[in-house]
């Protein structure tokens, strides 16, 4: 009798902590996005997207970082998708069990939760001081180096759920293995390739500091990727630092655009996976 | 030979093969290796054309080990090697460069130089169907055209032809003929074991060879899988494993039964229900043990 009073007092503490803690988490959020729509739903205007970085005291938008952005985050999640896919596949498919194969796995790992900085340096070294500038291309590389990654894992991931079974009845009808990936285990494991890709993305689309570093930021409209490039974080990292207000609101809106875009992204992403299962 | 865990002591067998030249497969004296632990001893299963041999025996007796060495699907986990002959119509589809040397080392007499034969060959010749159906994540149609795509080059209107009677054979074309484009998936799971059928039938193969085909299925979906194994008998040569007696009496006409990597008994299927000969078998048969 005592025992079991003490059990469901114990049980009620629990649950409150959970709901507690989840409240919380989900608050911050609320928070977040509240505070971003607030400030900046007030300067969303169709000039945002037909101008260029303003001047202080000029009116302006931020075509010019937004068409960087989609430009480098473009180019990122080509190289990464390409990259990390075949990466998983080699790690889920031809060399599980194998010692390079637990080596690179592991090593995949840590390059999952290194620094973007460390990212952003490392391509300025190897790509922005050799060649004396800094470029769109510079940052597209930085950017698809954090997203790979996460491609490559969740490729190996999605790809190991696929049951042996589906592999030997591919290869029982005398097919090679290369073809029963391409042409069975891909397509089966369509749905979580999309969301590693898709999480890749939502993962670059707000980093700062690598691009810093090799794209540097541009306040002029550019299409050529092998000049510096403007795109939304750096912009906001400028903007929000300086000492005009007209400036804080368009990084306001810059920030608003990029949680929105994550937000869709993710919305999709799970929507697909969603239709994938059946 | 050093004694091993799953060595028989006192190994009683009776094997009363089909005459040989009736044979379209024939697994000769088969030792399998999961890495250094050795699976099966000896085995030699004897398959005669347009008949069904059934294979029955405990879990883990090698029943399945002994069909995935039929169209050398063990082979694509490299720890696992089998040595011994596999015999398509006459010809060894086991023995190549690699294994040559482990039936040497195994004091074995190698009559014929063996040649590396494409397997792929070898496994469009000798189909297979798993427990679990495993539809590809394409439509019915594609599904069932695979193979047909892969060893064949056909016109579009031959491949729907071969569909078409693919379909017909596994007794499906009924129910999929208006939805042909819908995914295998979309299937109940009934379906789409003979989807894995018709897929396998698709590619004209001698040897079926089924892995328990029924276990996931309910006893409707079961009678119309063993109508369709009967009727294709008259066309090719099955190999089905099963738990379930009952089936192996109701549709085998051989039926070998293996207990702990060892055949036991192989004889006609009237024959082993009626009058096993040895103990093991008997006491398995009358649910003595097993």
Redesign the interface.
């Known amino acids: 009798m005592n025992s079991n009073l003490k059990r469901r007092l114990i049980n009620k503490i629990f649950v409150a902590l959970c709901t507690l803690s989840t409240l919380l988490a989900i608050g911050m959020l609320a928070l977040i996005l509240g505070s971003l729509i607030i400030n900046g739903a007030g300067g969303l205007h169709l000039s945002v997207f037909t101008q260029d970085q303003p001047s202080p005291g000029m009116s302006g938008g931020l075509r010019n970082s937004i068409i960087g952005s989609i430009a480098m985050c473009l180019a990122a999640m080509i190289i990464a998708v390409v990259l990390g896919i075949l990466a998983g596949t080699w790690l889920s498919e031809y060399s599980r069990n194998s010692k390079y194969g637990r080596a690179i796995h592991f090593l995949n790992d840590v390059l999952l939760s290194v620094p973007s900085i460390l990212v952003g340096l490392f391509v300025y070294e190897i790509m922005v001081r050799p060649f004396h500038g800094f470029s769109g291309f510079a940052g597209a590389v930085s950017l698809a180096l954090l997203a790979m990654p996460i491609v490559t894992r969740t490729t190996e991931d999605m790809l190991q759920l696929q ?1 042996d ?13 290369g ?1 029963v990936i391409r ?2 285990i891909w ?2 494991a ?1 749905p979580g390739l999309l969301t590693g890709g898709l999480l890749g993305f939502a993962r670059i689309s707000g980093e700062t500091a690598p691009l810093l570093f090799t794209a540097l930021g541009n306040q002029f409209l550019t299409f050529n990727m092998s000049e510096p490039m403007g795109s939304l974080p750096t912009t906001i990292f400028q903007f929000a630092m300086s000492a005009y207000d007209d400036w804080r609101n368009l990084a306001w809106v810059g920030a608003l655009l990029i949680a929105m875009a994550v937000l869709t992204i993710n919305i999709l992403g799970r929507v697909m996976t969603r239709g994938g299962k ?1 | 030979m050093t004694k091993n865990e799953n060595m028989v002591e006192d190994l009683e067998q009776f094997i009363a093969p089909p005459p040989t030249e009736n044979l379209n497969l024939e697994a000769r004296n088969l030792d399998f290796y999961y890495g250094t632990h050795q699976t099966l001893f000896n085995v030699s299963l004897p398959v005669e054309r347009n008949k069904i041999t059934a294979l029955i025996g405990p879990s883990g007796c090698g029943k399945s080990t002994l069909l995935r060495i039929l169209n050398r699907i063990y082979a694509l986990y490299p720890q696992q090697y089998a040595v011994g002959r596999v015999l398509l119509d006459g010809k060894d589809i086991l023995t190549d460069h690699n294994t040559l040397s482990r039936l040497k080392d195994r004091g074995d007499q190698v009559e014929l130089d063996p040649l590396d034969c494409d397997i792929s060959q070898i496994r469009a010749r000798i189909g297979m169907v798993f427990q679990k159906p495993t539809p590809f994540p394409m439509s019915i149609y594609d599904n069932v055209a695979y193979g047909v795509r892969l060893h064949f080059n056909k016109s579009r209107q031959e491949i729907d032809g071969i569909v078409e009677r693919a379909l017909h054979r596994a007794a499906l074309w009924d129910e999929v003929k208006d939805k042909l484009k819908d995914s295998g998936l979309s299937l109940s799971g009934g379906q789409q074991q003979r989807l894995c059928v018709a897929r396998g039938l698709a590619v004209e193969p001698e040897v079926l060879l089924l892995d328990e085909p029924a276990s996931a299925l309910d006893p409707v979906s079961t009678a119309r899988l063993e109508e369709t194994l009967m009727e294709l008998k008259k066309d090719l040569s099955i190999v089905i494993v099963t738990h379930n007696l009952q089936q192996a009496a109701r549709i085998s006409d051989y039926t070998g039964f293996m207990y702990l990597g060892n055949m036991i008994e192989f004889c006609s299927t009237d024959r082993l229900f009626a009058r096993p000969k040895t103990r093991r078998a008997r006491d398995y048969l009358t649910g003595r043990f097993g």
């Open positions: 049951p079974t589906l592999r030997e009845a591919g290869m029982g009808l005398g097919a090679s293995q073809l042409s069975i397509k089966a369509a059946r």
